[in-house]
C-alpha cells in the first residue's frame, strides 16, 4: 500500500474500477468496515466492498476530478494502515436455513422504491444465482452464515454505461431477509425479501 495510486491505474485496460485486496485477518479489518469508515469521515469517501466483503473494496473512478485519485489512494492507505488489533476470523457458522429458490426483494431507495427479485441456489454456506432488476439480470454470489447472508451482483460499465454493484448484506428471520443494500457511488438502500408466491391455477 506504500505506491500512490494514479488515474491511470484506475483506469488501466479501459475499465473505470479498480478493486483492491487485502488479508482481512492479518490487518483486522474487512471491506465492510472500511467502507464505513471511508462514507463517515472526512473527506467522505465512497467506496464499494468488494465480493464476500471481507477482504477489499471497490472502486469506481468515473467520476473523479483531476487530483482525487491521490485523496483517494492516501485516505485508504491511512485506513489500512492504521494500528489495530489482528484478529483471526471466526470459524463460519451452520445456515439457520436453505435459501434454495425464488425471493421477491423489495429495495427502499432514499426518493422511490423498487421491486426486484432473486433466484438462489445454496450449497452449504454458499450462494449463487440470478439478481434480476427492473430492466436487466446480472449473475449472483454470496455466503450465509448462521442467519448472516450476503451476496452481490454486478454489471460491467459497458452493460448499462456506468459500472453497478449491488452489495445485500442482511440476516434471515422468520418472515424472509432483510438488511442494508450497498450501491457504492449510488449510496445506500434498505431491502427485504420474500419468498415468492406461486399463484395456483
Known amino acids: 500500500m506504500s505506491r500512490r495510486l494514479t488515474r491511470r491505474d484506475f483506469f488501466r485496460s479501459g ?15 474487512t471491506g465492510q468496515q472500511v467502507s464505513q469508515i471511508l462514507d463517515t469521515t ?6 464499494g466492498a468488494s465480493r464476500g466483503a471481507q477482504n477489499g473494496v471497490s472502486i469506481t473512478a468515473f467520476n473523479l476530478a483531476p487530483g482525487d485519485e491521490a485523496r483517494v489512494a492516501d485516505r485508504l492507505h491511512a485506513v489500512l494502515s492504521a494500528a489495530r488489533v489482528s484478529t483471526a476470523p471466526e470459524s463460519p457458522k451452520s445456515p439457520v436455513v436453505d435459501l434454495t ?3 421477491d426483494v423489495h429495495i427502499d431507495f432514499g426518493a422511490s422504491a423498487g421491486e426486484h427479485s432473486v433466484s438462489l441456489q445454496q450449497q452449504g454456506g454458499l450462494i449463487q444465482g440470478v439478481h434480476r432488476g427492473e430492466f436487466v439480470a446480472r449473475d449472483l454470489t454470496g455466503t ?3 442467519s448472516a447472508v450476503q451476496f452481490r451482483s454486478s454489471l460491467p460499465e459497458n452493460a ?3 459500472a453497478l454493484s449491488f452489495t445485500f448484506t442482511g440476516k434471515v428471520d422468520d418472515d424472509g431477509m432483510s438488511g442494508d443494500l450497498d450501491m457504492g457511488e449510488y449510496l445506500r438502500a434498505r431491502w427485504s425479501a420474500r419468498r415468492h408466491s406461486y399463484a395456483r391455477g
Not at 15 to 29: Q, T
Not at 42 to 47: A, D, K, M, Q
Request: aromatic share 6%; glycine share 16%.
Open 144 to 146: 450465509i452464515d448462521g
Open 42 to 47: 472526512e473527506p467522505r469517501i465512497l467506496v
Open 160 to 162: 448499462i454505461g456506468n
Open 15 to 29: 475499465s473505470p474500477g479498480l478493486n483492491v485486496r487485502w488479508d482481512a485477518a492479518k490487518l483486522g479489518i
Open 101 to 103: 429458490g425464488v425471493w
